[in-house]
């Protein structure tokens, strides 16, 4: 079936460790996009790829990588100079032009102790 | 994108009709307005969007004013599985490809509490 898988859904990770986390589709959207939530707040983006080899900073991009050599891959590198790195991370996914709907993955839950 | 305004959190009685209201007064002409829903540690759902005509699809409402100013989404039979947040966002769409343009803004939401 399409769609667009998270991995892992928890992942713990020491303070000062580079942490990355995995985001696929399979259903050949141009653009992906990668948001943060933090309890009771909505979702602020972090970077968005319209296209492969191309993306650009949301909102909160400091202290936080990404790459986008495949379509259907766009990885998010949390690294140690994230201040507070503990939070769900979101991944999504659409058309470009995004004529209907995102399609968003089902989160991935880091904890940094 | 433009910037909308959401009540922070709204309930109703299963059964009823839920209205969720949304405010996008300095919207333009080639921005849509895009509701999607989050239940739980989940990631968020689309629900429907529009331009200017009201539009309705298998699970909401959408109704926008004339002015494009405002707009609200109805659930017509609330049940306890809609209980979510709520999303509101307005955002150009279609085949115009403007340099960032593409990318999606969420802000608070409304949480949507419906009782039994």
């Known amino acids: 079936d399409g769609g667009i898988t998270q991995s892992p859904k928890y992942l713990f990770r020491k303070e000062g460790q580079n942490v990355t986390l995995s985001c696929e589709q399979n259903l050949n959207h141009d653009a992906m996009y990668w948001y943060r939530q933090d309890p009771g707040q909505g979702l602020r983006l972090i970077y968005y790829s319209q296209i492969v080899n191309d993306f650009q900073k949301g909102d909160i991009a400091e202290g936080y990588s990404v790459s986008r050599e495949k379509k259907e891959s766009f990885p998010l590198t949390v690294t140690s100079a994230q201040k507070n790195p503990t939070a769900f991370y979101l991944c999504?996914?659409?058309?470009?032009?995004?004529?209907?709907?995102?399609?968003f993955g089902q989160g991935t839950r880091l904890t940094v102790v | 994108d433009a910037k909308t305004t959401q009540p922070p959190s709204m309930d109703c009685a299963e059964g009823r009709a839920a209205n969720l209201p949304c405010n996008h007064s300095t919207i333009s002409g080639n921005e849509y307005v895009y509701w999607y829903r989050q239940i739980h540690s989940q990631g968020p759902q689309y629900i429907i969007h529009g331009l200017k005509n009201n539009e309705t699809n298998e699970m909401a409402s959408l109704i926008i004013t004339e002015d494009r100013k405002s707009s609200t989404l109805i659930l017509p039979h609330a049940t306890l599985r809609d209980t979510a947040v709520y999303y509101c966002i307005v955002r150009v769409a279609g085949p115009f490809i403007i340099q960032g343009a593409q990318k999606l803004v969420f802000g608070q939401g409304t949480r949507l509490t419906i009782n039994p």
């Open positions: 999504a996914s659409s058309t470009r032009p995004l004529n209907t709907e995102a399609f």
